[in-house]
Antibody, heavy 123, light 107 residues
Framework: DVQVVESGGGLVQPGESLRLSCAASGFTFGTYAMSWVRQAPGKGLEWVSSIVGSGIGAYYADAVKGRFTISRDNSKNTLSLQMNSLRAEDTAIYYC????????????????WGQGTLVTVSS | DIQMTQSPSSLSASVGDRVTITCRASQSISRYLNWYQHKPGKAPRVLIYGASSLQSGVPTRFSGSGSGTDFTLTISSLQPEDFATYYCQQSFSTPRTFGQGTKVGIK
């Protein structure tokens, strides 16, 4: 079965850093783009970042650009999100999502999601 | 950024009802529109991609239509397992944006 499982969430103070991981299985990981999508408490889904299958190209939402870095290790079937300078407004459940294609293109959609990992930024 | 607006924000319906959810884009996105179902504590799942293509494994009571700026998700006969929040999402440009969601509750 195609599966992605997030880990690494937790409680941090404003300004601190956190690294999320996503373990993928059941598909040829390096063939597909991957993304992070978050959901703040009581809010809807918000796209955060995407990375192409090769790992060469990455895209970010303006709200996280310059603070978050997406990366992947295709030899370990793992996606990561390094989150620095965290703010209260980054508090959310973070979902890892597999895309339907290898590049970040207009025909893509998120065809497999994890159950998410909760990040809480509070003093 | 392309803004996605869903209506209604919530609705109450009974098992067996026909349910229609609308999604409007702030500019034309051709047919690059996807629909997701999300239940609390669960992973979201794609229902419809490319405005009208049914994802494998999704029941045929779900259907999508539209192009340009106006799109519709229809559930032909609501089932107990369909009570959830539904989101539209455009893939026409980055940032990918979602609608605010439509919560389908039990009447």
């Amino acid at each position: 079965d195609v599966q992605v499982v997030e880990s690494g969430g937790g409680l941090v103070q404003p300004g601190e850093s956190l690294r999320l991981s996503c373990a993928a299985s059941g598909f040829t990981f390096g063939t597909y783009a991957m993304s992070w999508v978050r959901q703040a408490p009581g809010k809807g889904l918000e796209w955060v970042s995407s990375i192409v299958g090769s790992g060469i190209g990455a895209y970010y939402a303006d709200a996280v650009k310059g603070r978050f870095t997406i990366s992947r290790d295709n030899s370990k079937n793992t996606l990561s999100l390094q989150m620095n300078s965290l703010r209260a407004e980054d508090t959310a459940i973070y979902y890892c999502a597999k895309e339907s294609g290898g590049l970040v293109v207009i025909t893509n959609y998120f065809d497999c999601w994890g159950q998410g990992t909760l990040v809480t930024v509070s003093s | 950024d392309i803004q996605m607006t869903q209506s209604p924000s919530s609705l109450s319906a009974s098992v067996g009802d026909r349910v229609t959810i609308t999604c409007r884009a702030s500019q034309s996105i051709s047919r690059y529109l996807n629909w997701y179902q999300h239940k609390p504590g669960k992973a979201p799942r794609v229902l419809i991609y490319g405005a009208s293509s049914l994802q494998s494994g999704v029941p045929t009571r779900f259907s999508g239509s539209g192009s340009g700026t106006d799109f519709t998700l229809t559930i032909s006969s609501l089932q107990p397992e369909d009570f959830a929040t539904y989101y539209c999402q455009q893939s026409f440009s980055t940032p990918r944006t979602f609608g605010q969601g439509t919560k389908v509750g039990i009447k």
